[in-house]
């Protein structure tokens, strides 16, 4: 869909995002990416890419917002009602794999806001990461 298609909220959700990306700490893949995330009680948390030099330790940006808001509100309490992404080159950009089951973590219905490669997406965890990795059935 059009980047216009998406609700109001999730349009406000991606220029944070946006304005995250403009922090990321990325030398040596020189692609930025900036994520935001809404949580059920109406917050707004964002984070970026942070890489390292020994290139395993990076961390992307939708673990460091998940890492702010966990820092921000304390553990156990929040839960994640939609996450945007969105990168410095404009390319689709979907969450890696990684990512998804953190986010799965902190919310079983979370909303996820990105580009595809078939233009903007905003589909489920359940639909990006189905049967995510739990220790019990819920
Ligand atoms: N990256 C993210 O931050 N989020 C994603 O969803 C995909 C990839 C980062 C990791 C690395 O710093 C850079 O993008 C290039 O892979």
Redesign the pocket.
């Known amino acids: 869909m059009n980047k216009s298609s998406l609700s109001e909220s999730e349009q406000q959700l991606l220029e944070v995002a946006t304005q995250a990306l403009t922090k990321a700490y990325?030398p040596y893949?020189q692609?930025r990416?900036g994520?935001a995330l809404l949580t059920t009680t109406g917050k707004i948390y964002a984070g970026c890419?942070i890489?390292n030099v020994s290139y395993g330790l990076?961390v992307?940006?939708?673990r460091n917002a998940i890492a702010n808001a966990m820092i921000a509100e304390g553990g156990y309490t929040i839960e994640i009602k939609a996450i945007a992404?969105t990168n410095s080159q404009n390319v689709p950009?979907?969450?890696?794999g990684a990512?998804r089951q953190v986010i799965w973590e902190f919310g079983k219905q979370t909303q996820i806001i990105f580009l595809g490669s078939q233009g903007w997406q905003n589909l489920t965890i359940k639909e990006l990461l189905p049967e995510g990795f739990t220790e019990f059935a819920l």
């Open positions: 990325a893949s692609f990416v994520a890419n890489e990076g992307c940006a939708e992404v950009c979907s969450p890696c990512c």
